[in-house]
């Protein structure tokens, strides 16, 4: 009776938008050990859906769903509490409203950093050795290597912006390659520092790095940190990799500098417009995006739909994780994972 009372009290109404099939199928799973009341809805959370809440604790959200202002008065006049975002970023949060209107929000800052760094060299990889155009050629019996030529990775300066947890799983795999390796980070990690690791100017970054990777998170000091002005600085042929946060590209100028081949090669696994096209299933319409229409067009060009994190690893951790940040909300009224807004 009073373990029943236990569970009874630390169970949350959680809504949960943008689910998708393989979302349900870990957090049903993980929700075996928390026995939360979790109502899966198919809808991004915005000022229109937020009516979706009515009544739940809690509300899980991912990186399309958008917690501005107006939704997060929404959400709060009817009941929300806790904000339980099932991903690292929390660009799309207003952390200021929330505080205001007294909600926590929580989030999973480490799932799988692995994840997300095998990816960017994924991409890496897939470019430098034109794996995308050698796998269509084939496919069409057209064996030529005419205009697949790569580089050898070994010995090549490798930036690396932000090395938190993910640019420092990034740094240990290119170690592995043998690349010289440089960074920028406002708070450099030691450990990477004794590991041979130099930490240097953006400018430095761009001047002399052939692929540069960008794993910082997306904030108003690094909204277009990659704009034109950066871009002439870089090595004729650089190659860049963007698995963070599309805002951190400033796409017109990417796209420019493609155009003029001071670009070599992108790899980008977000974009600033990504929100509404990402995620979902548009073969069948016509795109209206043209600057996404433009980047496809590139043959050195590869983008993927926000899918570095996606790994069974991954999912696993995102759902046990999400999951316990909210029973302990229910038990404490405050979690280790809550995030506390910048002053
Ligand atoms: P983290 O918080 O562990 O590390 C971020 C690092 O960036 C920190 O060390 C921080 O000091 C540094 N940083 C902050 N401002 C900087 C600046 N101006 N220049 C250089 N470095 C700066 O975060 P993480 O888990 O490594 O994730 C990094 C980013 O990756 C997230 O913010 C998120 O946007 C993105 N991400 C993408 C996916 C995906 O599936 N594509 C998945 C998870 C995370």
């Not at 809808?43 to 937020?50: D, E, F, I, N, P």
């Not at 202002?69 to 207003?94: F, H, Q, W």
């Not at 209107?101 to 799988?112: D, K, N, Q, W």
């Not at 420092?168 to 406002?186: N, T, V, Y």
């Amino acid at each position: 009776m009073n373990t029943e009372r236990k569970a009874h009290k630390r169970a949350l109404k959680v809504a949960f938008f943008s689910a998708q099939p393989y979302d349900k199928e870990f957090f049903q799973a993980a929700n075996q050990q928390f026995g939360h009341n979790i109502s899966f809805f198919e809808a991004r959370l915005s000022v229109k859906t937020a009516s979706l809440a009515f009544g739940y604790e809690a509300v899980c959200a991912f990186v399309h769903d958008f917690l501005d202002e107006p939704v997060l008065m929404k959400i709060s006049d009817t009941g929300t509490r806790l904000v339980a975002l099932r991903c690292s970023g929390y660009n799309n949060v207003d952390l200021d409203a929330a505080e205001r209107l007294g909600m926590t929000v929580i989030r999973v800052p480490a799932y799988s950093p692995h994840a997300v760094a095998e990816h960017a060299v994924g991409l890496m990889l897939a470019l430098n050795r034109h794996i995308h155009r050698a796998y269509n050629r084939v496919r069409e019996m057209n064996f030529s290597i005419d205009g697949l030529m790569g580089f050898d990775v070994r010995g090549k300066t490798v930036g690396v912006v932000g090395t938190g947890a993910i640019g420092r799983c990034f740094c240990d795999i290119m170690r592995g390659f043998g690349c010289k390796l440089i960074a920028h980070d406002p708070q450099p990690n030691p450990l990477l520092a004794a590991q041979g690791v130099s930490y240097v100017s953006m400018e430095k970054i761009f001047t002399d790095s052939d692929v540069i990777s960008l794993h910082c998170p997306w904030t108003p000091s690094t909204h277009h940190l990659i704009d034109a002005e950066a871009l002439v600085k870089m090595k004729p042929g650089v190659m860049i990799i963007n698995t963070s946060r599309g805002a951190l590209l400033d796409t017109p100028a990417v796209i420019d500098g493609l155009k003029q081949k001071r670009i070599g090669a992108l790899g980008i696994d977000v974009y600033e417009e990504e929100a509404g096209l990402f995620y979902e299933d548009h073969s069948n319409e016509i795109i209206q995006d043209e600057m996404l229409s433009r980047l496809l067009t590139f043959p050195n060009v590869i983008v993927t739909g926000h899918q570095a994190f996606f790994t069974r690893e991954a999912m696993r951790n995102i759902a046990e994780t999400t999951l316990s940040g909210i029973t302990e909300f229910a038990e404490k009224g405050a979690c280790q994972n809550a995030i506390v807004p910048k002053k």
